[in-house]
């Protein structure tokens, strides 16, 4: 039977289930973290896990997309996806957890990366950059509906450990069923068969500018670099320390918070979308520093209404950098090291996330979560602050001297 509904809307609809399950544990953390005794750093390791596979995914099968077509790295992906889910289902200690996530981790990539130019393959547009605000959005959408479920199911739902991955089974297995049945325009089918996938196919292979752009380059990787970081602190230790800042407890709270960082990060780069690249970068990263400054100083305070600002400023920070950054590795990259530029942007981005997260679980262990915490968002008001007055100086940056 011939499905009802348009390509562009199901290739939609499972990007953003593929996605859904990245951010779904985030609000469960605390209820791991108390259910089998584990320690802060513990915590850390299990998102760092999630985020090597992703890592992993991008630099080895980041490229295969345009060599087998999108549906079949979909297809790959989403199943993946759907394994790693269920076996973080069925975890029953950290190591468990640990490969589940990884997996997931492994699949989010797959699909973002081959859903990305499914989407642009199949909107008849010849406007890049409303395909491309279109993907955005609709990524956004299902990185931030994992975590509001997650915490929705996390604080209401008995045996949330198990019963929270159950939705994204169950639209797992839909939009694999959907991707099997949809029948493609001639212009968005696989490739047609010539050479066969090789290793140098799955080599990762990075890429550095010219000598002249090259600093430009380091502070545009800056971006991410603070953005994935302050991010990747909420997503993975708020649920631990949330109660410190806020009279509500439990997981919605966090899913909820993380949540809305994600689409209102979406809303913000749409927004400033023709702001000038140095001002909106040096806009995201003192918005990243504010918000850094603002979560530091709640510690003591415990006020929703400085909650709730930090949360906005994070997202617009997260949004106006991210905007500003893949503005500017646009504009530096050449016709022959666009996507390898782009790999070395997106790899630096998630080591942010990674080596700091690691950082502050160890901090934690050892001197509490307070300590850790006030030394990240120092250390971030500092370099935010430091790069922004480079980035906005720096001539190859300033529109008015490229």
Not at 113 to 126: D, V
Not at 165 to 190: D, I, M, N, Q, W
Not at 307 to 333: E, K, P, Y
Request: charge should be positive; aromatic fraction near 10%.
């Amino acid at each position: 039977m011939k499905l009802k509904g348009s390509p562009f809307a199901w290739v939609s609809f499972a990007m953003i289930v593929g996605v859904m399950g990245t951010a779904l544990i985030s609000p469960l953390y605390a209820l791991y973290k108390e259910a089998w005794q584990l320690q802060t750093s513990d915590i850390s390791l299990i998102y760092v896990v999630y985020m090597g596979g992703a890592l992993c995914s991008l630099l080895f099968f980041g490229r295969l997309p345009d060599r087998v077509g999108f549906r079949p790295m979909m297809q790959w992906g989403l199943g993946l996806a759907l394994v790693g889910t269920a076996i973080s289902l069925v975890a029953w200690d950290m190591t468990s957890l640990c490969v589940g996530r990884f997996v997931v981790g492994v699949a989010s990539s797959m699909v973002t990366t081959s859903a990305t130019l499914g989407l642009a393959k199949l909107s008849g547009s010849s406007n890049l950059q409303r395909v491309a605000m279109v993907t955005g959005f609709l990524m956004a959408f299902g990185f931030g509906l994992g975590p509001l479920v997650g915490g929705i199911f996390g604080q209401w739902v008995p045996s949330p450990l198990a019963t929270t991955y159950v939705p994204t089974l169950l639209l797992g297995v839909l939009g694999l069923a959907a991707l099997c049945r949809l029948e493609l325009p001639a212009s968005a089918k696989s490739p047609p068969g010539g050479r066969r996938l090789g290793l140098g196919d799955v080599v990762p292979k990075l890429t550095w500018p010219e000598p002249s752009t090259s600093r430009a380059f380091v502070l545009t990787c800056c971006l991410p670099f603070l953005a994935f970081g302050v991010f990747g602190l909420y997503a993975s230790m708020a649920p631990l320390f949330l109660d410190k800042l806020v009279p509500w407890h439990g997981p919605v709270v966090s899913g909820t918070a993380i949540a809305l960082i994600l689409f209102c990060s979406a809303i913000v780069q749409v927004i400033a979308g023709r702001m000038p690249t140095h001002w909106c970068g040096v806009a995201g990263l003192l918005g990243l520093a504010a918000s850094n400054a603002l979560l530091m100083a709640n510690l003591w305070a415990g006020s929703a209404i400085l909650f709730a600002l930090g949360v906005l400023l994070t997202a617009t920070g997260h949004g106006m950098s991210m905007l500003a950054g893949m503005s500017m590795v646009n504009r530096l990259a050449t016709a022959n090291n666009r996507s390898g530029l782009l790999a070395t942007y997106l790899v630096i981005g998630y080591l942010g996330s990674m080596a700091p997260m690691m950082g502050i679980g160890w901090i934690a262990d050892h001197w509490g979560m307070e300590v850790a915490v006030c030394l990240f968002c120092t250390l971030v008001i500092a370099m935010g602050m430091a790069v922004a007055v480079l980035f906005q100086r720096h001539p190859r940056i300033r529109p008015s001297t490229v």
